[in-house]
């Protein structure tokens, strides 16, 4: 059974930076893609970024492009997602998952099929 723990998450003020982090087991994590999403209060889940089992290709959410930036470290079996200058409008759950068919990557949610707890990040103006 995959097992996935996120960590990370805070309160912080605009302008501030936050690392999440997710630890996986039950599978063979250098083997599958791996992402970020989140879901606010009243809205849909979406997603913010997804890496490739390797660590060479990585997409993002436009709202987050060039403020933050996901990472893997398959020797520990975890991703990262480095949060910087935080919005108020990042304010979420924070979600990692892993993709259900190794050697793939999309940014189609529902291709993910192995969830976290979530995490909540909350950023004040």
């Known amino acids: 059974q995959v097992q996935l723990v996120e960590s990370g998450g805070g309160l912080v003020q605009a302008g501030d930076s936050l690392r999440l982090s997710c630890a996986v087991s039950?599978?063979?994590?250098?083997?599958?893609?791996m992402g970020w999403f989140r879901q606010a209060p009243g809205k849909e889940r979406e997603f913010v970024a997804v890496?490739?089992?390797?660590?060479?290709?990585?997409y993002y959410a436009d709202s987050v492009k060039g403020r933050f930036t996901i990472s893997r470290d398959n020797a520990k079996n975890t991703v990262y997602l480095q949060m910087n200058n935080l919005k108020p409008e990042d304010t979420a759950v924070y979600y990692c998952?892993?993709?259900?068919?190794?050697?793939?990557?999309?940014?189609?949610?529902?291709?993910?099929?192995?969830w976290g707890q979530g995490t909540q990040v909350t950023v004040s103006s």
């Open positions: 998952a892993s993709h259900q068919r190794s050697y793939t990557i999309t940014t189609i949610i529902n291709e993910y099929d192995s």
């Open positions: 890496i490739s089992w390797g660590g060479a290709r990585t």
């Open positions: 039950g599978r063979t994590f250098s083997s599958y893609a």
